[in-house]
């Protein structure tokens, strides 16, 4: 084939020529956009009736601004955790023009120079990566601007849904182009941003219960995505720092600028803007109030209970210095929640109880808070009443309408809607307030419930209301308006003062944990001595069973609904045993800081202290505890037709029937989980190793073997409840006894008891002649000793499944 060759001079005329036609290509904006619809704003667009997309005017090139991912309409499903209104992924943005694209670039803003030096500040930019979120084709341009289609951007799954549903195993999850688009009653733009919007539709296959459970069809999910694109705020914010007793979050970057002898790490609080309009004034209102907006879609009575509780916080930020610096009304008609200019209260539905969060939107730079967003899940009020109806037995008649316990329902109501706002204001759990008194929303509280003289639940002190103490210190240190000179000298005062005032905080890192070692740092939990307190909540539960048959329902519900009410008041004292049980191998310890105060350091908690915490630990593992009441097992049937079983229900091993050993199986596997945790029998070993005075792991493994495989004599289910206590705890030790996370030295006493149970087991079957008593003791035996002799338990066994708990 012949080849046409050009002359270079030829060339270069052709080239010439072709770029006017190029350029002829591309319109201008406004011809581009004659007919579309504009939307002036932040950032200006243009939607095209006809095709459905919708075009950005990018007019601001290289200026960083916030994306906020979001999700307005949800799956429904806790277990998901894809819930209507949940805030997404915060960036810090800027478009880019490369040719004929434009690219959407998040900065990382992590990694940090603080030098003047431009040289330095773009070797740190070089040396860790930014993330291009996305590319776009410039369709139109005017000489200081370029107009993109942003609709492709629109329609992705920025929220990652389809990951999500995969990582919860329910099914393989694609976006479908054909049943998406973009939403245009809640595209808006305004002056410092724009709000855009789209309906989404995934295709899936092989889908899992929860989107079974929560959608209309579980092989088409269809939720919302909403895009905010949000103006930088002015440079008159001022961040404040971060302490680790300050009771905040904490907003991190690694500034490489920094001096050699100092640390790398910049910390600063999550905070709203907040100023006085007369910074002179001991009080003062606000330059601009904090003012957050409730759900219209609340029913009442939860309503007005949420919003009582929300605007507690207005006591705390008057302590601070402020007259109605912190407001709550109901969102307005039309106004769109996702819209960044509202802080926002929701209320939201799901198939099953679950969480309920506070989340914020927060300039990544300062730490500065945007937007609070509350999630409130619905359905936690109803299991406050259902705890509450379990302890009471209030139906005599069977029609009462229990107003009272709704009333302690209601106050758990307003206590959530103010814990939740406190992490939108920046605020971080404190799992020590119990001990002092309830001296905050911000802990998990457990209703404080009693028996009176007439044998009637006391429901008088359930839940505390109004700010706590701990809460009104909180806001001074993160709100007061100070001049930067005194700021520092301030700060330290509040923290001193909370010293003073025995305010201790203790967070999640430290509370969560089944290992945790912290005394008083408990999640649902009451009083100042938990060990105290789990015989205190023993006591009622078991006046609450004694009781416990028909008038815990109304007249015309099925009888087999009982056992979903039987279930929160078996397991009543299942949080107080989390709490009891840290006391053993226990460390008081402080979030300090050298030269503030006098160092507490790393205190054991003392051994009266432990044994006390074991004993009633053990009380737990009692037959007499762990018995259900004959009145019950004989008074709950199967399930009536027309009903099923749920998540809330008994699993156990005799079919249709409740299970009288399923719920004293798991309450006995959560003391034993909890007790036998190898982290707290690795710090009892290490405790005793130090100081001969503190409480030794060996002394817990033997009091639990005496208490457990010495019990004395008991007739019928007494002795059916001990055995299956002896094989949970026998199995509880071998599966230890190999355990990696288990010292040698710990592994070795546990080895040595399981000798004893085999050598003990098997004597007395030897000795006392064979008999069907002694069956399950030989059999025991021989399990162990198989697990001795080869390190695998020989027959198959599974602990039945705790029943849910948190949250309440």
């Not at 993330?131 to 929220?159: M, Q, R």
């Not at 001969?692 to 004395?712: G, I």
């Not at 399981?754 to 006392?768: P, R």
């Given at each position: ?143 200081d601007s370029v107009l993109i289609d942003y609709t492709p951007y629109l329609l992705s799954d920025v929220h990652g849904v389809s990951r999500t549903l ?632 599974k602990a039945l499944p705790m029943p849910p708990g948190s949250p309440i």
């Amino acid at each position: 084939m012949r080849k046409t060759r050009f002359a270079p001079h030829m060339f270069s005329a052709l080239l010439l020529a072709m770029i006017p036609q190029a350029h002829a290509a591309i319109k201008s904006i406004d011809e581009f956009t004659d007919k579309l619809n504009h939307f002036p704003g932040f950032y200006a667009f243009y939607s095209d009736p006809s095709s459905g997309k919708i075009y950005l005017d990018v007019d601001k090139l290289a200026q960083p601004f916030l994306l906020q991912h979001s999700l307005p309409y949800g799956v429904g499903s806790n277990d998901i955790g894809l819930d209507r209104g949940q805030l997404g992924s915060t960036y810090l943005v800027q478009f880019e023009r490369f040719g004929d694209k434009v690219m959407l670039r998040a900065l990382n803003t992590y990694f940090r120079a603080s030098a003047d030096n431009p040289a330095e500040q773009q070797s740190v930019k070089e040396a860790f990566a930014s993330s291009i979120l996305n590319g776009f084709k410039v369709v139109a341009e005017d000489d200081d601007s370029v107009l993109i289609d942003y609709t492709p951007y629109l329609l992705s799954d920025v929220h990652g849904v389809s990951r999500t549903l995969a990582a919860r195993k329910q099914g393989s999850y694609s976006l479908d182009a054909s049943r998406s688009a973009t939403y245009m009653p809640r595209s808006k733009a305004f002056m410092k941003n724009t709000e855009l919007e789209a309906v989404l539709t995934f295709k899936g296959s092989k889908p899992g219960e929860y989107v079974k459970q929560a959608t209309a069809n579980p092989y088409a999910v269809t939720v919302h995505q909403h895009h905010s694109l949000i103006e930088l705020p002015d440079d008159n914010y001022q961040p404040r720092a971060f302490h680790p007793q300050s009771g905040y979050w904490s907003i991190e970057h690694k500034d490489y600028s920094a001096p050699l002898s100092e640390s790398m790490y910049v910390r600063y609080i999550p905070r709203h803007r907040l100023s006085k309009k007369d910074p002179t004034a001991k009080v003062s209102e606000p330059v601009e109030p904090i003012v957050y907006y409730l759900d219209p879609g609340v029913p009442e009575p939860v309503k007005t209970a949420l919003l009582d509780g929300a605007r507690w916080w207005d006591q705390a930020f008057e302590a601070a210095g402020y007259k109605n610096a912190f407001q709550v009304k109901v969102l307005p008609e039309n106004a769109d929640p996702m819209d960044i200019r509202y802080n926002v209260i929701q209320w939201v539905h799901r198939a099953t109880r679950g969480w309920s969060y506070g989340a914020s939107v927060i300039d990544p730079r300062t730490g500065e808070i945007i937007k609070g967003h509350v999630t409130l899940g619905s359905l936690r009020v109803r299991q406050d009443i259902l705890i509450a109806e379990a302890l009471a037995a209030p139906f005599v008649k069977g029609d009462e309408v229990t107003e009272r316990l709704h009333a302690m329902a209601l106050d758990r109501i307003r206590q959530l809607s103010a814990h939740e706002i406190g992490h939108t204001l920046g605020i971080a759990h404190n799992f020590s307030a119990s001990v002092k008194e309830r001296a905050s929303v911000m802990d998990y509280p457990h209703p404080l419930v009693g028996m009176n003289e007439q044998g009637e639940l006391d429901i008088s002190k359930g839940y505390a209301t109004g700010m706590g103490e701990w809460d009104t210190q909180v806001i001074k240190y993160g709100y007061s308006d100070f001049t930067a000179q005194d700021e520092a000298q301030a700060l330290a005062a509040i923290l001193a003062e909370n010293k003073s005032k025995g305010l201790e905080f203790i967070s999640d890192a430290d509370a969560r944990p089944k290992g945790g070692a912290h005394p008083t740092a408990h999640l649902w939990d009451n009083g100042d001595d938990p060990a105290a307190e789990l015989t205190r909540v023993l006591d009622i539960r078991q006046k609450a069973l004694a009781r416990f048959g028909l008038n815990n329902i109304k007249t015309g519900e099925a009888l087999s609904q009982l056992e979903e009410k039987l279930v929160p008041l078996y397991l009543f004292h299942r949080y107080q045993v989390e709490s009891a049980v840290k006391l053993v191998g226990g460390v008081d310890y402080d979030y300090e800081v050298r030269g503030e105060q006098s160092p507490k350091g790393a205190q054991v908690v003392a051994k009266a202290q432990q044994q006390s915490a074991l004993s009633a630990l053990l009380e737990t593992l009692s037959p007499e505890q762990l018995m259900i009441p004959e009145s019950v097992l004989a008074l709950i049937p199967p399930k009536a037709y027309g009903e099923y079983k749920t998540r809330e229900s008994v699993k156990g091993r005799t079919g249709l029937t409740l299970d009288a050993m399923a719920l004293p199986e798991v309450a006995a596997q959560h003391t034993l989980n909890l007790l036998l945790n190898p982290e707290r029998l690795n710090r009892l070993a290490q405790q005793e190793a130090r100081n001969r005075a503190h409480l030794s792991s060996d002394e817990v493994l033997n009091t639990l073997y005496q208490h457990v495989f010495q019990p004395k004599a008991q007739p019928g289910m007494a002795t059916k409840l001990a055995q299956r206590v002896q094989f949970l705890t026998a199995y509880r030790l071998a599966e230890l006894s190999s355990s990696d996370k288990l010292a040698p030295e710990v592994q070795a006493q546990l080895r040595f008891y399981l000798n004893q149970l085999v050598e003990q087991y098997s004597n007395d079957s030897l000795f006392g002649g064979a008999s069907k008593a002694d069956a399950f003791e030989t059999y025991l035996a021989e399990q162990v000793a198989q697990y001795l002799k080869s390190g695998t338990w020989p027959a198959g066994f599974k602990a039945l499944p705790m029943p849910p708990g948190s949250p309440i």
